[in-house]
C-alpha cells in the first residue's frame, strides 16, 4: 500500500524538482537578458557622450534596421548627426522622434534646435510655441532667447537668457550669447559685464575674450581687459582692437595696436602684418 504512496511522492518531487530547475533558468534567462539590455544602454550613452560621432550614427542606424520605430535609437542617431555637423540629416530624424507616440517635450525642443541650426528659425519658433508654457528647461529658454533676438524683439530676448542662466550650472555660453546680443543691438556698455560674467564661470572661453574687447573698443578703451590669456591670446586680443578701432575711425590708435600685436605674438602674426601694411599702404596712397 505504501509503494503507490511513494512513486506519488517521487513523480512530485521530480516534478517540483523539474519546476524548480525551469524557474531557475528562466530566472538566469532574464538576468542575462536584463544585463544585456544594461550593456546596450551604457553602450548607446557612451557613444552619445564620448565616441566618434560618425561612429556612433553607424551604431544607432545599425539598431534602427531592425527596428525602425524604436524611440532611444532614434534620438541617438539624431543627436549624433547633430554633434557630427550633418544638420540638414538630423532634422528630418528629430521629426520622426517628435512625431512619436512616446516623445517627450524636451525631443520637441531638440527639434528646435536642429531647425535653428539648419537656419529654419520660423518653424523652430513654431515648434517651441506649440509646447506648453509649463515645460521649463535650460534648452527651452535658451532657444528661445535666440528666437526673441532673431525677432529683434530684445525685452523677451533678455528675459529668456536670464532665465537659462538661471537654470544651468554652466551659464558660460549663455552669458557670452547674451553680451553678443547687447553687442549686436549696439549697446557694448551692458554687453561689456555680461561678458565679464562668462569668464568668470569659464576663463578659457576665448570667444568671450574676443567679445569682451570688441565691447571696450566700441566704448573707445583701447586697453586690454583684465582677465586671463595667454601670449597668443593677449595678440589676438590687440588684433580685434585694432580692427575695432581702425573701422571707428581711429586709424592711428588702430595701427599702434596691431604694431602691439606683432610684437606680443609668439610666432608670426601673418594676419596681423597683412593688416598693418595695408594700413599704411592706404595712409602712403
Not at 170 to 192: D, H, I
Amino acid at each position: 500500500m505504501r509503494h503507490p504512496i511513494l512513486l506519488v511522492l517521487l513523480a512530485g518531487s521530480t516534478f517540483a524538482l523539474a519546476a524548480c530547475q525551469d524557474s531557475s533558468q528562466a530566472r538566469v534567462s532574464r538576468a542575462i537578458d536584463s544585463v544585456n539590455a544594461i550593456d546596450q544602454q551604457n553602450l548607446a550613452e557612451l557613444m552619445l557622450v564620448a565616441g566618434d560621432p560618425e561612429e556612433a550614427v553607424a551604431f544607432f542606424s545599425g539598431h534602427l534596421e531592425g527596428n525602425p520605430d524604436h524611440l532611444g535609437s532614434l534620438r541617438g542617431l539624431a543627436r549624433s548627426l547633430t554633434r557630427a555637423g550633418r544638420v540638414a540629416e538630423a532634422v528630418p530624424v528629430w521629426r520622426r522622434v517628435a512625431l512619436h507616440p512616446e516623445a517627450e517635450n524636451d525631443d520637441r525642443v531638440m527639434l528646435a534646435d536642429a531647425l535653428i541650426r539648419s537656419n529654419n528659425w520660423e518653424e523652430a519658433a513654431r515648434t517651441l510655441d506649440a509646447i506648453p508654457p509649463t515645460h521649463e528647461s535650460f534648452d527651452r529658454y535658451r532657444l528661445e532667447a535666440m528666437i526673441a533676438d532673431s525677432q529683434q524683439q530684445w525685452s523677451r530676448a533678455d528675459h529668456f537668457y536670464e532665465t537659462a542662466a538661471g537654470l544651468t550650472t554652466r551659464p558660460a555660453n549663455v552669458f557670452n550669447n547674451w553680451g553678443f546680443s547687447k553687442l549686436t543691438r549696439g549697446n557694448p556698455r551692458e554687453a561689456e559685464p555680461l561678458f565679464m560674467q562668462a569668464l568668470q564661470h569659464d576663463p578659457n572661453l576665448f570667444t568671450a575674450k574676443n567679445n569682451l574687447a570688441l565691447a571696450r573698443a566700441g566704448q573707445g578703451n583701447y586697453s586690454l581687459p583684465l582677465v586671463r590669456m595667454t601670449q597668443q591670446e593677449r595678440a589676438q586680443l590687440l588684433f580685434t582692437m585694432a580692427i575695432a578701432a581702425i573701422r571707428k575711425g581711429d586709424v592711428n590708435v588702430g595701427r599702434t595696436l596691431l604694431q602691439d600685436a606683432i610684437e606680443t605674438h609668439p610666432q608670426h602674426y601673418e594676419e596681423a602684418v597683412r593688416a598693418l601694411r595695408a594700413l599704411e599702404g592706404g595712409g602712403r596712397g
